[in-house]
């Protein structure tokens, strides 16, 4: 699993999570309260739910690819998205990506998962 600190913040009305400079999705199973904004929190996420995506998409955290190791069908690639930040994709083997060429990584928010950084603890979801 990756993890990496976030803060949480605000964007029109709606919670988000801001990692590396770029804003994405807050997972809608937590409760996050306007109260909350500023908090930093823990992202986890399972390299199998991490999509690679164009370096100018949108919705995407861009980087540069770190490292690319295949293992049987699948091709894990690393992402650099801040100095010493590297998220890492779990692709089909048929992707190709490059060490050093431009890459990004975006999420599904339904698949995110959020610790407290003081106790390590996850998040509780909404009932």
Do not use: Y
């Not at 909350?36 to 164009?54: K, M, N, S, Y």
Request: a neutral charge; hydrophobic letters at 50%.
């Amino acid at each position: 699993m990756n993890f990496c600190e976030v803060t949480l913040a605000g964007r029109d009305g709606t919670p988000v999570l801001m990692l590396a400079g770029r804003a994405i999705p807050a997972p809608p199973a937590f409760r996050l309260a306007r109260a909350d904004e500023g908090r930093r929190l823990v992202l986890g996420i399972r390299t199998q739910d991490v999509r690679l995506a164009a370096p100018d998409d949108a919705d995407a955290v861009p980087g540069t690819v770190w490292m690319v190791e295949l293992i049987g069908s699948e091709r894990l690639v690393e992402v650099e998205v801040a100095p010493k930040l590297r998220i890492t994709a779990e692709v089909r083997a048929e992707v190709r990506a490059a060490i050093d060429t431009p890459a990004a990584v975006a999420f599904d928010p339904a698949r995110l998962h959020l610790f407290d950084p003081a106790t390590g603890r996850a998040l509780p979801r909404a009932a």
